[in-house]
């Protein structure tokens, strides 16, 4: 499957209680250990190659690289990748730090910049940046993938993106704000808020806010298709035959999902993002509370918040890009976290295999504490 977020898209809060384990508080960072875990479940899982790392605070536990990124080369830690959904944590973190300056503001009705979107003039920026607006995700809608499975190297506009959603003149569900449900287009729409409202690209914004100032030099916003050398490379069997996927385009995300970075950055934005060091205590605790208001007085061990998953005690994200599939998580308790990426060999047995890979990390790193997700 191509989405980007995919198990978000069917994320429930029924049956989600917190461990209750008496020994919530214990770490395990044994970097030989970790690395075993690695090992093992990357091969058991069918994978070509994953890269996957560790940090306690700032201090680097455990960064390794395993298998081949193509035939002969062997997958690097300093290998570039998609990074498909994590981007929505720098989007999320931006569309806060723009509106503490006043150049946006959440609750102004889209329908200033989108005039003829349907329910335009019901939704606002803080519900398309928490998937409460009810835009349907045009992931799901049978010729959008028909026609990428086709011609995954043809290129989609924001446009045709936001009219797989509404081109029937139907939401998700109605009025905005009174449900939740995980949906691309409301992503792709809140990039073009953004852009609009600010009269800049969202590439020009992620770099003057966040990559520059963060010296987050392995991580970029790519024009086309291109990543930055070297460049690790993914596999795909949609189309009924294993394939070099790394160069099909990334445009149906790329207002907001397309960012290339390394495990290493991501390991460094993760403390940045789960501490809230870029924006206010305010709106960090909004970044971080559940999007559904009714949740919010008592907040179960399992939600989608802003841009992530919160599960019992992890701020997670599992992207499924292209054939790089991903595994982001922070635990602001213990100030740990995690990053696996994944590529697939030619008959996988756990596809995706980073969020697998993860759970088994976290089940060792806080037993008290494993993945609910």
């Known amino acids: 499957m191509l989405g980007l ?19 919530r508080g214990v770490v395990n960072q044994n970097a030989d250990v970790l690395r075993g875990i690695l090992l093992a479940e990357s091969a ?7 890269i996957a790392g560790m940090w306690s605070g700032q201090e680097e536990v455990v960064v390794e690289a395993t298998g081949y990124s193509t035939p002969g080369v062997p997958a690097a830690v300093g290998m570039h990748y998609r990074i498909g ?106 990039g073009q808020v953004i852009q609009r409202a600010t009269g800049e690209s969202i590439g020009s914004l992620y770099q003057r806010y966040l990559l520059t100032p963060l010296g987050l030099h392995d991580t970029q916003l790519p ?33 907001y999902g397309g960012l290339t970075s390394t495990v290493r950055d991501l390991g460094r934005w993760a403390r940045i993002f789960g501490r809230g060091l870029l924006v206010s205590p305010a709106s960090h605790r909004e970044i971080t509370a559940p999007a559904r208001l009714d949740l919010r007085s008592n907040p179960p061990a399992l939600y989608f918040a802003h841009g992530f998953i919160y599960a019992n005690g992890w701020y997670l994200q599992n992207p499924d890009f292209n054939g790089y599939s991903g595994a982001f998580a922070y635990n602001p308790t213990h100030d740990l976290t995690l990053v696996v990426v994944a590529t697939k060999n030619n008959a996988p047995a756990i596809d995706p295999a980073a969020i697998h890979i993860l759970r088994k990390l976290v089940s060792y ?9």
Request: aromatic share 10%.
């Open 44 to 50: 058991a899982a069918g994978t070509a190659a994953v």
């Open 85 to 190: 959904g994590i981007t929505e944590t720098f989007l999320v973190t931006l569309l806060f730090m723009l509106a503490e300056q006043g150049r946006i503001d959440l609750d102004a009705k889209i329908s200033r910049w989108f005039p003829e979107l349907i329910a335009a003039d019901q939704v606002t920026a803080r519900m398309l940046a928490g998937n409460t607006a009810g835009y349907i995700d045009y992931v799901n809608v049978k010729d959008w993938l028909d026609r990428l499975l086709a011609d995954p190297f043809s290129p989609f506009t924001d446009d045709e993106l936001i009219q797989y959603s509404v081109r029937d003149g139907k939401m998700r569900f109605s009025p905005p704000g009174s449900s939740w449900a995980y949906s691309h287009t409301e992503y792709v729409i809140l």
């Open 365 to 373: 790193v806080t037993p008290g504490s494993t993945l609910n997700f």
């Open 223 to 255: 024009a086309g298709a291109a990543i930055q050398a070297p460049a690790l490379h993914a596999y795909m069997l949609d189309r009924g035959s294993y394939e070099d996927s790394t160069a099909w385009t990334p445009s149906w995300a790329m207002s």
């Open 5 to 23: 977020l995919v198990a978000q898209s069917t994320l429930s809060i029924a049956g989600c209680g917190a461990s209750s384990s008496a020994d």
